[in-house]
């Protein structure tokens, strides 16, 4: 090699050397800005969510078809975002596909509910003992008022109200945990766990023993009696898992 052709390769080195150094270097990633206001798929799945969680699916064995076409038409959108959230109520477990066949509205089988209750006692006691520490007095009179309504033997005659009031008990017990990964955790979880609550609430004689189960916990919240108000709650949960274990033939 001559000397001008050695010359000239380590000029050529030194300018893609030079060149190489003056790239920018992505330290952060690239972003679009988003719309801020929900898009039609969000809006489906949040309309098909609480329309499947609204019915009483557990009442009856008969299969629960959703038709894509004509939820499209009743929302007044295109099939593309009613897909879209068919595959989100999918991926959560509360729909299925079925090829040829269509899209259905899941009941859990006895093994799978009893196994979601059992999840969720561990899930609320915890939030029970969080609660004793971080819960305000006000906030736990709160619970009291909830049953203001049931008592003097009020509580056959709205039993229907009475189960609403009995979600919201144990839905407020998560979120006054404060803990957001327990609450983040609990939340589909729950969603399951009320439509199997709406229905055997009124079964034996559970409603009674509800009310008296939700005494005794805000008795220990009250308290502040940490040990206590997380046993409590453990028990409550699990006696539904019992209860469904004995009677809820009607899931298999």
């Not at 052709?5 to 030194?14: C, G, K, L, M, Q």
């Not at 009856?60 to 007044?76: C, P, Y």
């Not at 897909?83 to 090829?99: C, H, I, K, N, T």
């Not at 206590?228 to 899931?251: I, P, Q, S, T």
Request: charged content about 30%; cysteine-free; overall charge positive.
């Amino acid at each position: 090699m001559s000397n001008r052709d050695r010359t000239s390769r380590r000029a050529s080195v030194r300018t893609r050397g030079a060149t190489t150094a003056r790239l920018p270097i992505a330290t952060q990633p690239t972003l679009e800005p988003i719309a801020t206001a929900p898009s039609f798929k969000h809006k489906a799945y949040a309309a098909l969510k609480n329309a499947i969680v609204a019915m009483d699916i557990y009442r009856s064995r008969d299969d629960i078809r959703l038709d894509e076409r004509k939820l499209a038409q009743d929302f007044g959108i295109s099939r593309t975002p009613v897909r879209e959230a068919m595959a989100q109520l999918e991926s959560e477990g509360f729909v299925r596909s079925v090829p040829r066949r269509g899209i259905y509205v899941v009941r859990k089988t006895k093994a799978e509910v009893i196994e979601m209750i059992t999840a969720w006692a561990a899930l609320e006691s915890m939030a029970a003992r969080l609660m004793t520490k971080v819960a305000t007095d006000e906030e736990i009179a709160g619970l009291r008022k909830m049953f203001a309504a049931f008592v003097d033997g009020k509580l056959r005659a709205h039993l229907d109200e009475y189960s609403d009031t009995n979600i919201e008990f144990h839905q407020t017990i998560i979120r006054l945990s404060r803990n957001d990964v327990l609450i983040d955790l609990a939340e589909n979880l729950f969603t399951h766990m009320r439509m199997i609550r709406r229905t055997t609430i009124g079964e034996k004689d559970r409603a009674d023993r509800s009310i008296k189960d939700h005494m005794a916990i805000i008795e220990a919240l009250e308290a502040r009696a940490t040990d206590r108000a997380e046993d409590l709650v453990r028990d409550h949960a699990l006696g539904l898992a019992d209860h469904v274990a004995k009677y809820a033939d009607y899931l298999d």
